[in-house]
């Protein structure tokens, strides 16, 4: 069983990867939290001991408190891990030591240990942070989006974990809180977390007016990304003329569209949309 946030394939790929025995991973990212996570669930799966890296702590295995002395600094990081065995290290702002020649003949050095006694090291860096003479060494692993129903999981985590330090109270019925969900789906975990957090602490309650902050803090990650502006639906059919068979089988399709949890009940995968085909001048618009 994969924890809810983890898709399986999502586990496998890693788990994958690690038993053919790559080296060196990089995972750009921002979901630190998610990508440990994901580490700790195949080390557990192929048993191997599990290490963290960060400049401020150095090395810890997990389960302890305690680092490896003298490890904060990369290069005595890296020296640790020679030799180590068939570990797996998530290692956390390693950017800047990537760009010390000492410290990329050192990584060259673990890599060639890596080859010979198994074990991976998994960075959560940016793609602009290999360099160019490393990036053969290196595997890049992409980080899928959560899949909807991990969306579902992880906002039950969040509310269960606040019902221990305050009264909570949850005032969505099935379609608001499939609304919800619909709107949470591309956000980091991260930020889900920070979102629900705010909503309760608020008001001590999750509810229909919470949609629109919600809403408001999606439109703002799509515009900050550069890539796309959103624009939220303000029409509704009647403002379409004509179409009257396209509107009837909407109609009777509408629950697929709007309550993706009947949708599935009756085997079906909830629709993303409707596209429309046709030359220029047909009619789409």
């Not at 399709?253 to 949708?263: D, L, Q, V, Y």
């Not at 085997?267 to 949309?273: E, I, N, R, V």
């Amino acid at each position: 069983m994969s924890e809810p946030w983890h898709g399986a394939d999502q586990v496998r790929d890693l788990e994958l990867l690690v038993r053919s025995q790559h080296p060196l991973l990089w995972i750009d990212s921002p979901e630190v939290e998610r990508v440990f996570s994901l580490a700790r669930l195949v080390a557990r799966r192929e048993n191997m001991p599990l290490y963290t890296w960060d400049a401020y702590r150095g090395l810890v295995i997990e389960g302890s408190t305690q680092p490896v002395p003298g490890t904060q600094q990369a290069r005595a990081c890296l020296e640790a891990l020679r030799g180590q065995g068939r570990t797996l290290v998530h290692l956390v702002g390693f950017e800047a030591s990537l760009e010390e020649p000492a410290h990329r003949a050192l990584l060259r050095a673990v890599h060639a240990d890596r080859l010979r006694s198994g074990g991976t090291l998994l960075f959560s860096i940016t793609d602009t942070a290999v360099p160019k003479e490393l990036q053969p060494l290196f595997t890049r692993f992409v980080l899928r989006a959560p899949e909807p129903e991990t969306y579902r999981h992880y906002v039950t985590s969040v509310l269960r974990d606040l019902a221990t330090r305050m009264p909570v109270q949850v005032e969505l019925d099935a379609r608001e809180t499939d609304r919800l969900l619909a709107l949470l789906r591309g956000l980091p975990l991260v930020e889900v977390r920070k979102l629900i957090t705010r909503a309760v602490v608020e008001d001590g309650k999750l509810g229909p007016g919470d949609l629109a902050t919600v809403l408001e803090v999606k439109k703002a990650a799509v515009e900050t990304a550069g890539h796309l502006e959103f624009y939220a639906a303000e029409q509704s059919m009647k403002d379409v003329a004509g179409l009257g068979n396209l509107k009837a089988w909407l109609r009777k399709r509408r629950p697929a569209f709007e309550e993706p949890t009947e949708a599935r009940r009756f085997g079906l995968t909830p629709p993303k949309g409707l596209l429309l085909i046709g030359v220029q001048g047909c009619g789409k618009s």
